[in-house]
Nanobody, 122 residues
């Protein structure tokens, strides 16, 4: 089970830090990621990391978003800086266990959290 928190409302240029707590890690090998979705649009990946420590970001968040993990706390984080109104979305944490390699493709994940809303005003 994955549970996100940390969403909220912020003005453009501001920052938020999202957290995702995993109830367990079935495997020491895993891929985890953050995704976002707005009504009527497909879910898109904004960051991914794997158990080897590799990370990947799409160009539209590169330099603004940072994904990280704390294994001792079974937690995944997304630090979001220089937020823009177009970053407004529901943000989801996702995981897939037993595989290595990063990915921002939603279909390559099997476990999802319930989401946390991020709203950026201009």
């Amino acid at each position: 089970q994955l549970v996100e928190s940390g969403g909220g409302s912020v003005q453009a240029g501001g920052s938020l830090r999202l957290s995702c707590v995993a109830s367990d890690y079935p495997s020491n090998i895993y891929r985890m990621g953050w995704f976002r979705q707005t009504p009527g649009n497909e879910r898109e990946g904004v960051a991914s990391l794997d158990s080897a420590g590799s990370t990947v970001y799409p160009d539209f968040v590169l330099g603004r978003f940072t994904i990280s993990r704390d294994n001792a706390k079974n937690s995944l984080y997304l630090q979001m800086n220089s937020l823009k109104p177009e970053d407004t979305a529901m943000y989801y944490c996702a995981a897939r266990y037993g595989v290595i390699g990063t990915s921002t493709t939603p279909s390559l994940y099997t476990h999802w959290g319930q989401g946390t809303q991020v709203t950026v005003s201009s």
